[in-house]
């Protein structure tokens, strides 16, 4: 992998983690109590979730940077007829102003919990409202790290032959599924979207909140693949993941939902087979 690569991991790494981090020290500085809040959390077992899921991202990103880059042979190899028609049209898409552009609703998406705090209802919860969003955004990372880390799939970029062959050859452009940045989008609108509906369940603003965090998340898509950092399907696949990890971490805390449990699991040589497996796992009590 590419230096210039390889820190720009570290740097939106980074960032996610001071975000994130932020969010959840001040859940534990402002309340301890949710107050007429539709969602239960439980101190040690919302800790315990995060800090193992937050371990499977860590493990994710050493796969993501000891990642093997393309040879000059490789490349050239490469032959677009060979892709899928549903992803074949963004073969060679690159624009390094949509690649900036992304970059918007990528960090909007990140502070999506500062949207409540102009309501009562939400600001009285806010220190549980970030609690599930730290545990939403952990989920999703742990999905696309492994995902990226895992799967060699080559970007769109890869085959525009107008390009530097060193980008081309780069480790960091073998990413392309999933779309991280579209899994981010999604996560953070749907959870955006899944509270409001929560605390909100009868206001007629819902179907245009929904609305919303669907069309949030297909622009970071758009700019995702214009930008020649994803195929349509890699897109696909990370908003169908955010928007569940943006769903089901909420859902999963209502009220009356107590017996239902997740949480992050990883396997390693599976009975001697050599087989490793990471990813989250679910109970239920009867």
């Known amino acids: 992998m590419e230096f210039r690569d390889l820190k720009n991991i570290k740097f939106i790494s980074e960032q996610m983690k001071k975000i994130l981090l932020s969010f959840f020290c001040f859940s534990l500085v402002v309340t301890t109590y949710a107050q007429d809040s539709p969602y239960t959390t439980k101190a040690w077992e919302d800790a315990a979730y995060i800090t193992g ?36 049209w963004a073969a060679g898409n690159y624009s390094e102003k949509a690649d900036a552009a ?24 806010f220190g549980q409202i970030s609690v599930l969003f ?13 995902s990226a880390g895992l799967v060699d799939k080559s970007r769109p970029l890869v085959y525009n032959k107008e390009l530097p062959i060193s980008e081309r050859t780069e480790a960091g452009a073998q990413r392309s599924f999933i779309a991280g940045h579209t899994a981010v989008a999604a996560a953070g609108s749907f959870f955006a979207a899944k509270i409001f509906n929560d605390f909100h369940p009868n206001s007629k603003a819902v179907p245009y909140v929904w609305g919303g965090a669907a069309g949030f998340s297909v622009l970071m898509g758009y700019l995702r693949t214009k930008a020649g950092k994803h195929f349509l399907t890699d897109n696909i696949a990370g908003m169908l993941v955010g928007a569940a990890s943006g769903i089901l971490i909420p859902e999963l805390h209502k009220k009356g939902n107590e017996n239902i449990d997740v949480y992050p699991t990883a396997n390693f040589n599976i009975n001697g087979t050599g087989i490793n497996t990471k990813g989250l796992g679910f109970s239920y009590k009867f």
């Open 134 to 146: 730290v545990e939403t955004m952990a989920t999703t990372g742990v999905f696309y790290t492994m």
């Open 53 to 88: 899921a937050i371990g499977l991202n860590i493990l994710g990103f050493t796969f993501i940077q000891n990642k093997e880059a393309l040879t000059e042979a490789e490349v050239a190899e490469l032959d677009k007829n060979d892709i899928a028609g549903i992803n074949r």
């Open 102 to 125: 992304s970059y918007i609703p990528f960090y909007a998406a990140l502070g999506m919990p500062l949207a409540f705090l102009p309501s009562q209802a939400e600001r009285n919860n």
